[in-house]
């Protein structure tokens, strides 16, 4: 992709994608989408719960289509960030990309538990 002001980012599991200017957060992004991503700090890198994998961060030029990390999110990702885990609220969209949203804690142990009791159902 050339680089333009415009990017196409898509969020998995919900295949949900959004045209969003250059620079935008990858937060902002979803927020725009309709994507839910968990966050308590407001967007200042401090509560960790807006984690994001990024997919496919480079084009297929080997260009960075994700702003690089800055200090503070590096800290506070530590050896995640090689392995292409970051912050939703720091990270910067440059170029189209997929971003893979962990499923909310939340609604993963209460769908681990209804899936357990449909087990448990099953075996009367």
């Known amino acids: 992709m050339s680089r333009t002001d415009k990017a196409q980012i898509t969020f998995l599991p919900s ?26 700090c407001d967007g200042k890198a401090a509560c960790l719960m807006c984690k994001v994998n990024i997919a496919h961060p480079y084009d297929e030029e080997n260009q960075s289509c994700i702003s690089t990390a800055e200090p503070a999110e590096t800290r506070k990702l530590g050896v995640l960030i090689g392995q292409g885990v970051r912050l939703s609220c720091q990270a910067k969209v ?6 893979e949203v962990p499923e909310d804690r939340l609604k993963a142990a209460i ?8 087990e448990d159902l099953s075996d009367w």
Do not use: C, F, P, Y
Not at 94 to 99: A, K, M, R, Y
């Open 111 to 118: 769908r681990k538990q209804m899936e357990q009791q449909n």
């Open 94 to 99: 440059i170029g189209d990309l997929t971003v």
């Open 15 to 40: 295949g949900k994608s959004i045209q969003v200017s250059s620079g935008t957060t990858v937060l902002t992004a979803a927020r725009k989408a309709g994507v839910h991503i968990a966050v308590r």
